[in-house]
């Protein structure tokens, strides 16, 4: 017993001293460690470290007016495969081997890109020399082509045994397209540098934001990252754009400028109260005839107004006291010299005006008239009519929030720097030997229709962080009165007869449905650093007012250069775009409100509406607004068929990897299920399909061009 007793004593003893001596020499390494081998080991941890990553703030969005989209950033992603995990080399390749097949169809019907035979040869190259980062596809994918991405064969296992990797990066997207685009501006491909054009540049410092600071060190054979200071997300900017004015004013444009082979055109819509630009669109045609915003020229143009200037010119007379608007003057033939320059009238080739009135020159639009005016009254003392347009502002910067947005130029008589001749004041008289960016022209006219009062365009409503409003923008007012009472008076009444009088110029494009005050302008420009006479000459044709005429809401302008298709005018040319705006703005912004019926008279209204081939939960929306009875239907799209009880509907097929039959269609729809599939939309006229230029069931080439045709 005893001896037991000494045998387990002995093995206690034995245990005790090796865990004492572990314990002694865990103590000694540590000491080792921090004295002797502390250097060693900093500068070994030091490489695994990573210090002052910077983090980067999300960009702040960019709002319409009513909170919709219009710009902002989104994640982007480049897709790599490391071909060296473990996973894929266990088993003699078993993984690989077995799904390299069925990946390289997927990766060829998911990208178009490569045929299922060079992705297997790219793959099974890269596997055999052990690439670490595979490139797939030379282009960024989208989160939700992410997600695809990852069901396909041997990516859905994850990226351990997959060895799928992704880099993510942001994109800058605008939701609309090609709306407002360029007042919108963009960003450059490096985002540290910031915007490049429009609002983004000039509101940066506030989309940017403030990056963060993480360090990132190796642990346990991992990369882990902690975020020491939080990045400051940036700022949000809610504009004055309205999506669906801009969306009337940018189709009414281009259908125009295709129609007149326009070299470039412009459109503002502005509220006149507020000064709320609500559209600009700023359109330059292409080598391939297609329209895009390249350039913000609507504020940034040096132009020469043209008869559009008229207005201004006949104000500063009516408001000294030179003349009246019931004066007259003889235009004799239409052909009258000033010093060494014949100037001519539209219509010289008809005779002339011979004797007119004031007024009735700027109904038809008659240069000599306002010329010989301005000259009878200034004639002596030109610096006194260019002081009259300076003391209305028309010369001074509107210091707009968009980058380059240039100033007007009004030559002064005792400026030595620009050479005053003869023939000077007479054609400034009529919107030359001034350059004038198109929105200051309708800056000017929107004063006429806001009683006098000359006020700022502006672009950008408020600069909000979290939902709360950081700074706000308001009306700014430039000068309380522009001119007299009595003069505004006349003013108005005369620019009504521009559209009412029988020989006003945009007579012929007088609304049925709203009333419209305003100006033609048709001028001659240079083409090129030679002048009228070196280079040769184009047109430029405009028109700027108001509506609704007895109680102004909106001041538009609308601006074509170089038309090389039918006869340059500003009634017929830009004055039926104008009339195109207005009548679809008040039809969309009357407060107006429609007849109402009772129940059992819409039930039992006689009329069908047609309905387009379209998306069946929108329909069943307007159908059920309307009280009127559909049939129900599962399907997504949908085409309908009336019976004398409802409106009947069957499922129209949309394949996914197909081109589908658009025909029928409204271009919301079309347009929707085009672009969808990575098409390159062109739309030609407006109503329903009638035309598609890749046949339906062809399969889908991403960045293919399609030409959808509406009528």
């Known amino acids: 017993m005893a001896d037991i007793r000494k045998n387990i004593v002995l093995r206690f003893g034995v245990v005790y001293v090796i865990i004492c001596l572990s314990f002694l020499l865990v103590i000694y390494k540590i000491i080792v460690i921090q004295t002797v081998e502390r250097r060693n080991w900093l500068a070994l941890a030091s490489k695994n470290v990573k210090a002052d990553i910077v983090v980067k703030p999300n960009r702040g969005n960019?709002?319409?007016?009513?909170?919709?989209?219009?710009?902002?950033?989104?994640?982007?992603?480049?897709?790599?495969?490391?071909?060296?995990?473990?996973?894929?080399?266990?088993?003699?390749?078993?993984?690989?081997?077995?799904?390299?097949?069925?990946?390289?169809?997927?990766?060829?019907?998911?990208?178009?890109?490569?045929t299922p035979l060079e992705y297997r040869k790219m793959l099974k190259n890269a596997y055999r020399n052990k690439v670490g980062e595979l490139q797939l596809y030379p282009k960024r994918i989208s989160y939700a082509e992410l997600k695809q991405l990852k069901k396909l064969p041997l990516f859905r296992l994850g990226r351990n045994k997959s060895g799928l990797i992704t880099k993510e990066l942001f994109t800058r997207v605008k939701p609309f397209g090609s709306l407002a685009s360029r007042t919108i501006g963009?960003?450059?491909?490096?985002?540290?540098?910031?915007?490049?054009?429009?609002?983004?540049?000039?509101?940066?410092?506030?989309?940017?934001?403030?990056?963060?600071?993480?360090?990132?060190?190796?642990?346990?054979?991992?990369?882990?990252?902690?975020?020491?200071?939080?990045?400051?997300?940036?700022?949000?900017?809610?504009?004055?754009?309205?999506?669906?004015?801009?969306?009337?004013?940018?189709?009414?444009?281009i259908d125009s400028l295709r129609s007149f082979d326009a070299g470039s055109g412009y459109a503002i819509l502005m509220e006149v109260h507020s000064g709320e630009v609500k559209a600009i669109v700023n359109m330059?045609?292409?080598?391939?005839?297609?329209?895009?915003?390249?350039?913000?020229?609507?504020?940034?143009?040096?132009?020469?107004?043209?008869?559009?200037?008229?207005?201004?010119?006949?104000?500063?007379?009516?408001?000294?006291?030179?003349?009246?608007?019931?004066?007259?003057?003889?235009?004799?033939?239409?052909?009258?010299?000033?010093?060494?320059?014949?100037?001519?009238?539209?219509n010289a080739n008809k005779g002339g005006f011979g004797r007119i009135?004031?007024?009735?020159?700027?109904?038809g639009s008659s240069n000599i008239g306002i010329s010989r005016a301005i000259v009878n009254a200034y004639g002596q003392n030109p610096s006194e009519f260019v002081e009259g347009l300076y003391d209305m502002k028309l010369n001074e910067p509107l210091n707009l929030e968009i980058p380059g947005a240039a100033s007007p130029r009004i030559r002064h008589p005792h400026d030595k720097s620009a050479y005053w001749s003869a023939t000077t004041l007479p054609w400034m008289s009529i919107g030359y030997e001034s350059q004038i960016p198109p929105i200051y022209t309708l800056a000017f006219y929107n004063a006429i229709a806001n009683n006098g009062k000359y006020i700022r365009p502006f672009f950008v409503k408020s600069i909000t962080k979290n939902g709360q409003v950081v700074k706000a923008f308001e009306t700014e007012t430039i000068k309380a009165s522009i001119c007299?009472?009595?003069?505004?008076?006349?003013?108005?009444?005369?620019?009504?007869?521009?559209?009412?009088?029988?020989?006003?110029?945009?007579?012929?494009?007088?609304?049925?449905?709203?009333?419209?005050?305003?100006?033609?302008?048709?001028?001659?420009?240079?083409?090129?650093?030679?002048?009228?006479?070196?280079?040769?000459?184009?047109?430029q044709v405009s028109f700027c007012g108001y509506f609704p005429a007895d109680d102004p809401q909106y001041t538009c302008i609308v601006v074509i250069r170089e038309p090389r298709k039918g006869y340059p005018s500003g009634g017929k040319m830009a004055g039926s775009i104008f009339k195109n705006v207005a009548e679809r703005t008040m039809a969309l912004k009357s407060h107006r409100k429609a007849l109402t019926y009772e129940r059992d008279t819409v039930t039992?209204?006689?009329?069908?509406?047609?309905?387009?081939?379209?998306?069946?939960?929108?329909?069943?929306?307007?159908?059920?607004?309307?009280?009127?009875?559909?049939?129900?239907?599962?399907?997504?799209?949908?085409?309908?068929?009336?019976?004398?009880?409802?409106?009947?509907?069957?499922?129209?097929?949309?394949?996914?990897?197909?081109?589908?039959?658009?025909?029928?269609?409204?271009?919301?729809?079309?347009?929707?299920?085009?672009?969808?599939?990575?098409?390159?939309?062109?739309?030609?006229?407006?109503?329903?399909?009638?035309?598609?230029?890749?046949?339906?069931?062809?399969?889908?080439?991403k960045g293919s061009r399609i030409l959808i045709r509406f009528q």
Request: glycine share 8%.
């Open 62 to 114: 960019i709002y319409a007016c009513d909170g919709r989209l219009m710009a902002s950033s989104i994640p982007t992603y480049y897709i790599y495969m490391d071909t060296r995990v473990p996973a894929l080399h266990e088993k003699e390749g078993k993984l690989f081997k077995s799904n390299v097949d069925s990946l390289a169809i997927y990766l060829s019907s998911f990208f178009h890109d490569k």
């Open 186 to 253: 963009d960003i450059y491909a490096d985002e540290s540098m910031g915007g490049k054009n429009g609002i983004e540049k000039r509101f940066n410092t506030y989309l940017l934001g403030t990056p963060g600071i993480s360090i990132r060190q190796k642990v346990a054979n991992t990369y882990m990252e902690t975020v020491q200071v939080e990045p400051i997300d940036g700022m949000d900017i809610t504009t004055t754009i309205d999506i669906d004015l801009q969306d009337i004013a940018e189709k009414a444009l």
């Open 284 to 346: 330059q045609q292409n080598a391939d005839k297609s329209y895009t915003e390249n350039k913000n020229g609507a504020v940034s143009d040096m132009v020469e107004p043209g008869s559009t200037f008229k207005v201004a010119s006949l104000m500063v007379a009516l408001d000294a006291g030179k003349v009246k608007i019931t004066d007259y003057i003889e235009t004799g033939n239409g052909i009258y010299p000033f010093a060494n320059r014949l100037m001519k009238d539209h």
């Open 357 to 363: 009135t004031l007024a009735e020159a700027i109904h």
């Open 484 to 539: 007299k009472p009595t003069t505004l008076n006349d003013i108005k009444n005369v620019l009504l007869g521009v559209m009412e009088a029988p020989k006003g110029t945009a007579h012929n494009v007088r609304s049925k449905y709203v009333r419209i005050a305003g100006k033609t302008g048709t001028a001659q420009i240079s083409k090129g650093a030679l002048g009228y006479k070196g280079g040769g000459t184009t047109h």
């Open 604 to 701: 039992n209204f006689p009329m069908k509406p047609f309905v387009k081939v379209g998306y069946y939960k929108a329909l069943l929306t307007v159908m059920t607004d309307l009280q009127l009875p559909i049939s129900v239907n599962s399907s997504d799209w949908v085409k309908s068929f009336s019976d004398d009880h409802q409106i009947r509907v069957e499922s129209v097929s949309v394949p996914i990897n197909v081109v589908p039959d658009l025909m029928g269609m409204g271009a919301k729809d079309a347009v929707y299920l085009a672009e969808r599939l990575g098409l390159n939309v062109q739309v030609e006229g407006r109503g329903k399909v009638v035309s598609q230029t890749i046949k339906p069931g062809t399969l889908v080439q």
